[in-house]
Nanobody, 115 residues
Framework: QVQLVESGGGSVQTGGSLRLSCVAS????????IYWFRQPPGGQRRLVGS???????GYSEAVSGRFTISRGHAKNSVYLQMDSLKPEDTAVYYC?????????WGQGIQVTVSS
């Protein structure tokens, strides 16, 4: 059973930074795509970005230029570096690893940005 665990959330003021981590248990997934999603209070879960392979990352328009997704040195670790945070970035953030016809999600982690 694959498990994903996120960490690194918290509360920051506008303009601050946070780095989220996502670590997947099990086999080597360094070549697999891993996604970051977020779900704001009362809103829908939406794609933030993704990374495939070592460093091929893509981002939604809402976060492009402020967020960076990268692979960590530890096995199956992926980071979401969030800079220049805005109140509208407040959400629960999730990482997702699709394997075949199964999607594995982390438990979610809260990020709160105050004005």
């Amino acid at each position: 059973q694959v498990q994903l665990v996120e960490s690194g959330g918290g509360s920051v003021q506008t303009g601050g930074s946070l780095r989220l981590s996502c670590v997947a248990s099990g086999s080597d997934y360094s070549a697999n795509v891993i996604y970051w999603f977020r779900q704001p209070p009362g809103g829908q879960r939406r794609l933030v970005g993704s990374i495939i392979g070592a460093d091929a990352a893509g981002y939604s328009e809402a976060v492009s230029g402020r967020f960076t997704i990268s692979r960590g040195h530890a096995k199956n670790s992926v980071y979401l570096q969030m800079d220049s945070l805005k109140p509208e970035d407040t959400a629960v953030y999730y990482c997702k690893l699709p394997l075949g016809d199964q999607d594995y999600w982390g438990q979610g982690i809260q990020v709160t940005v105050s004005s």
